[in-house]
């Protein structure tokens, strides 16, 4: 007698499960995790007592025997319903979007899938990370936008969507979900299901695509992939997925070394087996070849020979070069445009090409106006299709003008107009961000995702030799039913545990409260939950560092609104301010670093109201930090030796994390300082 442990519809494996779940409990959730892990460990210990085998080698052989009968449900779904609407499938197309956490090795995977797809030649110089092509995301070793390319795969052609995997740019990921028809959910063999993972998956469902699960460096020593099934099939219940839905392929990949396979212990030489998976259990894309035109807008990019450049499916009808179409939006506002040019993905680049079917992801030029989540459709009887949502941001913050005394020394673009019409022309791609006009005419408020979110826009801008000045972040607040509700975000703290205690204060003085605790490892850490609000991220990250000694691990992800959780203090030290404009000296520096840490170093030229340290006390201090030493006609035999502390280097990130309600962020294209706000100055 064999029974397979797996996932699938482990709710039907036993009579007694229908009986339990037939009397419902207070929390269905869980009492489906229950039911579910009680027949998955029965399987396991029978299995074990007939077989002897492990965990891994009975997923092994259910897998093999359930290779060809999985996603079956959704395909059968989905093929009554072609039938309904008398539509067809191509099957020489597979159109897939790589979803994770960060740093769980999506970008990596998808290296060695290109390698291996021959998209490169054999004695071509190949650099890492080829998808990031963004120098900011290659500085910071984080995919920012969501890029396109396709691999061919015996005979089938294999559209894959790179995405973000941090929270703050989760609209990339909403925006990209409905050009495919399945995502590969990667997930690190050792920390398992982050909140990034949570959010994606969550997206994905609600589309109702088929779901591959990647776990990923599973070379790793302390690789753990009995737990990280058992936490990701936790995670498909908590998140309401059906029987069907759970019934998930797994695959065990080393993206780094390209090798891939059914079974931790016995990986191919190659992703040979992830191929397969994708070709098998993402359904192919429904499409109705010989309806009316409609292409979905989810991307935009400009050339400067073509210019603004759509990117979208095909949902139905032939799309072809030279084409008049109607650009349809939601609310039924239409207006005609003409394809100039088109193009295919195709390996590594865009292909030119004379028309695209039905289900493929295509670029068009020519449209100069066209905008995300309008609709290219048939000119004569085009509809739109359902435009993009994504979710509402929580985070905003204040740009205006530079007002400092160095303005225009080193920006090009200065003015409001500039600033107006690059913060407009960024939400035109960007759909989780908003600006809107604030109280004066040379200030704008701009609502993100994040902080993060916020200060990759101001980096670019900063870049492109645009000069501003922003304010500290603050939360959007709502009020319903006269109830004022804030923001709340699950924080994930992965923390040695000599270093658990300061870091659990800091978050109970920062109004989180903790929900779970558990050890992450063999290494001696542990994995912290909280459920916090969003002000008491604000500035934290650094904090959390600074308890640690910079060895723990933060990651968030929004949750919902609650009610005010009450007043946070974020900050318990004030700001050193030069007390007059000048240069610097070492004479002054060495009496001021005695109030507290410097962030500038002799020479350096300032002016009245910037911020030139911390000072070790709350409250402000002024100082002349460009103070001389008086000359005298008294010659000593030797001059005082100065030594001076090494200055605070604090980025872009650190400064808009620093900075309180009363302080500024001045950014130019060769400078990032902080300065008060002159505004404050004049209400005291």
Not at 405 to 425: A, H, Q
Not at 583 to 598: I, K, P, W
Not at 611 to 636: E, F, M, W, Y
């Amino acid at each position: 007698m064999e029974m397979a442990v797996g996932f699938r519809s482990p709710l039907r494996a036993s009579p007694s499960a229908t009986i339990i779940s037939a009397n419902p409990s207070p929390n269905p959730n869980r009492s489906r995790i229950r039911v579910s892990k009680e027949i998955f460990g029965c399987n396991l210990r029978l299995s074990r007592a007939v077989n002897g085998c492990r965990n891994s080698d009975l997923w092994l052989r259910s897998s093999r025997r359930r290779a060809g009968a999985r996603c079956s449900v959704s395909q059968t779904t989905e093929a009554a319903s072609a039938e309904k609407r008398k539509q067809t499938t191509r099957r020489d197309v597979r159109n897939i979007a790589i979803v994770a956490h960060v740093d769980h090795g999506k970008t990596t995977l998808v290296d060695s899938m290109l390698k291996q797809a021959k998209v490169f030649r054999d004695n071509q110089v190949i650099q890492e990370r080829i998808m990031d092509s963004n120098d900011l995301e290659r500085e910071r070793g984080i995919t920012i936008l969501s890029k396109n390319t396709s691999i061919s795969y015996k005979g089938t052609k294999i559209n894959i969507i790179d995405t973000p995997g941090h929270s703050d740019f989760g609209g990339e990921v909403e925006r990209v979900l409905n050009m495919v028809e399945g995502v590969l959910l990667v997930v690190d063999s050792v920390e398992g299901p982050m909140p990034q993972t949570r959010f994606v998956l969550k997206k994905a469902l609600e589309f109702g695509h088929a779901v591959v699960v990647v776990v990923n460096k599973i070379d790793r020593p302390s690789a753990r992939p009995d737990f990280v099934i058992n936490s990701t099939f936790e995670l498909f219940i908590d998140l309401n997925a059906t029987d069907e839905q759970c019934d998930f392929q797994v695959i065990y990949a080393s993206g780094i070394k390209g090798k891939a396979g059914l079974s931790p212990e016995n990986l191919a030489d190659d992703l040979g087996p992830l191929f397969e998976a994708i070709l098998r259990c993402i359904p192919e894309p429904r499409i109705d070849k010989d309806g009316a035109l409609q292409l979905l807008v989810t991307s935009t990019e400009y050339d400067e020979h073509k210019g603004r450049i759509a990117i979208g499916r095909l949902h139905a009808g032939v799309l072809q070069r030279g084409m008049d179409v109607k650009v349809c939006t939601s609310d039924d506002a239409c207006r005609f445009g003409k394809v100039s040019e088109l193009f295919v993905y195709e390996n590594f680049t865009r292909v030119p090409v004379e028309s695209v079917e039905a289900g493929d992801i295509c670029a068009v030029c020519g449209i100069s106006d066209i905008m995300i989540g309008e609709t290219i459709a048939d000119k004569s009887s085009g509809k739109p299709l359902p435009a993009i949502k994504v979710e509402e941001p929580t985070v905003r913050m204040s740009f205006s003008i530079n007002t400092a005394p160095f303005v225009g020394r080193e920006g090009k673009y200065v003015t409001s107009r500039n600033l107006r019409d690059r913060l407009y022309r960024e939400i035109e791609r960007n759909l989780a961000m908003k600006v809107e006009d604030g109280e004066t005419a040379d200030t704008f408020i701009v609502s993100g995702r994040g902080t993060l979110h916020i200060t990759i826009l101001i980096e670019n801008m900063r870049r492109e030799g645009y000069e501003f000045m922003v304010g500290p972040p603050k939360v959007i607040n709502k009020r319903i039913d006269d109830k004022l509700l804030e923001p709340f975000e699950i924080a994930t703290v992965e923390v040695p545990e000599e270093y658990m205690g300061p870091v659990v204060e800091l978050l109970g003085r920062r109004r989180g409260q903790m929900f779970d605790m558990q050890g992450s490892g063999s290494d001696g850490t542990s994995l912290l939950k909280y459920k916090i609000p969003t002000r008491g991220l604000l500035g934290l990250r650094n904090s959390i560092l600074t308890a640690s000694r910079g060895t723990a691990v933060l990651n968030t992800i929004f949750d919902s609104y609650g009610p005010w959780a009450g007043d946070i203090s974020t900050r318990d030290q004030g700001s050193l301010v030069a007390f007059e404009d000048g240069t610097t000296t070492s004479y002054a520096l060495f009496s001021a670093q005695e109030r507290g840490q410097m962030f500038i170093s002799p020479g350096m030229e300032v002016y009245k109201g910037q911020i030139v340290g911390i000072h070790q006390r709350p409250g402000d201090l002024s100082l002349n930090v460009c103070k001389k030493k008086a000359a005298t006609n008294v010659r000593s035999n030797k001059e005082q030796t100065v030594v001076l502390d090494t200055p605070l280097s604090y980025s872009l990130d650190d400064c808009i994390e620093y900075i309180a309600e009363d302080e500024l962020v001045e950014v130019t294209p060769s400078s990032i300082r902080m300065c008060k706000n002159p505004k404050f100055a004049k209400r005291r």
